[in-house]
């Protein structure tokens, strides 16, 4: 079974870092696009950042220069390097990928991890 495994959530105190990470297991072909969402109490999910399979990455401006998104390809991960937090990065933040699951079809399908909590102090 293919899915998305986050891990490195938690309380943090304003000023502090995190890092996230996200395992993409199962039986796994391609991995195209990889990201990373969050979606805070009472408000829609958005994007935090992205990076495609060669490396070009793309932020939310409320980020950048704070956080930085990688991966490695050959362990199916990707990371956010949170630094410098702050009370409103408090959210569910959530691994987002384009995985090719079959050998005989090229088509990538969307797949989302099921979320983890930063909370972050002030």
């Known amino acids: 079974q293919v899915q998305l495994v986050e891990s490195g959530g938690g309380l943090v105190q304003a000023g502090g870092s995190l890092r996230l990470s996200c395992v993409a297991s199962g039986t796994i072909f391609g991995i195209n696009n990889m990201g990373w969402y969050r979606q805070a109490p009472g408000k829609q999910r958005e994007l935090v950042a992205t990076?495609?399979?060669?490396?070009?990455?793309d932020y939310a401006d409320s980020v950048k220069g704070r956080f930085t998104i990688s991966r490695d390809n050959a362990k199916n991960t990707v990371y956010l390097q949170m630094n410098s937090l702050k009370h409103e990065d408090t959210a569910v933040y959530y691994c987002n990928a384009d995985l090719q699951t079959t050998w005989f079809d090229s088509t990538y399908y969307e797949f989302w991890g099921q979320g983890t909590l930063i909370t972050v102090s002030s």
């Open positions: 990076i495609t399979s060669r490396g070009s990455t």
